[in-house]
C-alpha cells in the first residue's frame, strides 16, 4: 500500500461503548506503534508490537484498552466501555528495523 | 523511566530569525534521537534523526551526551517552517519502542 491506513478517520461513540480501532501498517515493517494524542499531552505512548508480540503494554491507561496484532500485519486497539477522557486522536505507526516509523492519518476518537 | 522533554509549548519568531527547539531526555543507555513534524492537515513525519547527523529544509540537531540533549536549529526560520515538531527517543535498551516528547508549536510570522 501506500503507507499506513487507519480506519475509521473519525468515530463518534456513546459512553460506555466499546470500539475498535484498526490499523493497516506498510508491509514487511516489523515494529507496529500505537500512540494517543491529545491536547497539550503530546504523542502518549500505548503499546508498541514486535511482530505479533507486545514486548511493552506499560502504556495503556487502564485494563479498558487493550491491542493485538496477527500475521505481523494488521493491528487493532479496543477500547472497552468509553470514557469521555477517552477522547482523542488515536495514531498508529509503522517501522522496518532502522526504527523510522511511519505515521497513519490517525482516528478522531470521540466519546459523548 | 525513559523520558523526553520539550520545554516550550509554543515558539514565535519572525522570518528570518534563527530558530531553536529544545530537547532533553531521561535515559541511561545509547539513545537514537529523532525529530519529527506535523505540517497543518498533514501526517506527522521523520525530519531528522541524530545519526544521519543530515540536514533537512536547513535543520540541524546535536546530540550532546553530557546535557542529555538534541536541540533542533535552523539559521533562518522561513514561513513554511510553521508546524508541530516532536522530538523523540528510540533504540531504548536496543528495542524498538519509541518515546515522544510532548511537542512544540512553531510559528514564523512574515
Known amino acids: 500500500g501506500a503507507g499506513v491506513s487507519q480506519s475509521p478517520s473519525n468515530k463518534v461513540t456513546e459512553k460506555g461503548k466499546d470500539v475498535e480501532l484498526r490499523c493497516d501498517p506498510i508491509?514487511?515493517?516489523?515494529?507496529l506503534y500505537w500512540y494517543r494524542q491529545s491536547l497539550g499531552q503530546g504523542l502518549e505512548f500505548l503499546i508498541y508490537?514486535?511482530?505479533?508480540?507486545?514486548?511493552?503494554k506499560s502504556g495503556l491507561p487502564s485494563d479498558r484498552f487493550s491491542a493485538e496484532r496477527t500475521g505481523g500485519s494488521v493491528s487493532t486497539l479496543t477500547i472497552q466501555r468509553t470514557q469521555q477522557e477517552d477522547s482523542a486522536v488515536y495514531l498508529c505507526?509503522?517501522?522496518?528495523?532502522?526504527?523510522?516509523?511511519?505515521f497513519g492519518q490517525g482516528t478522531r476518537l470521540t466519546v459523548v | 523511566a525513559q523520558r523526553v522533554t520539550q520545554p516550550e509549548k509554543l515558539l514565535s519568531v519572525f522570518k528570518g530569525a534563527p530558530v531553536e527547539l529544545k530537547c532533553n531526555y531521561s535515559y541511561s543507555g545509547s539513545p537514537e534521537l529523532f525529530w519529527y513534524v506535523q505540517y497543518s492537515r498533514q501526517r506527522l513525519q521523520l525530519l531528522l534523526r541524530h545519526i544521519s547527523r543530515e540536514s533537512i529544509k536547513g535543520f540541524t540537531a546535536d546530540l550532546n551526551k553530557g546535557e542529555t540533549s538534541f536541540h533542533l536549529k535552523k539559521p533562518f526560520a522561513q514561513e513554511e517552517d510553521s508546524a508541530m515538531y516532536y522530538c523523540a527517543l528510540g533504540g531504548i535498551y536496543n528495542t524498538d519502542k519509541l518515546i515522544f516528547g510532548t511537542g512544540t508549536r512553531l510559528q514564523v510570522f512574515p
Open positions: 505507526a509503522s517501522s522496518p528495523v532502522n526504527r523510522r516509523a511511519f
Open positions: 508490537f514486535q511482530g505479533n508480540s507486545a514486548p511493552d
Open positions: 508491509s514487511g515493517h516489523t515494529a
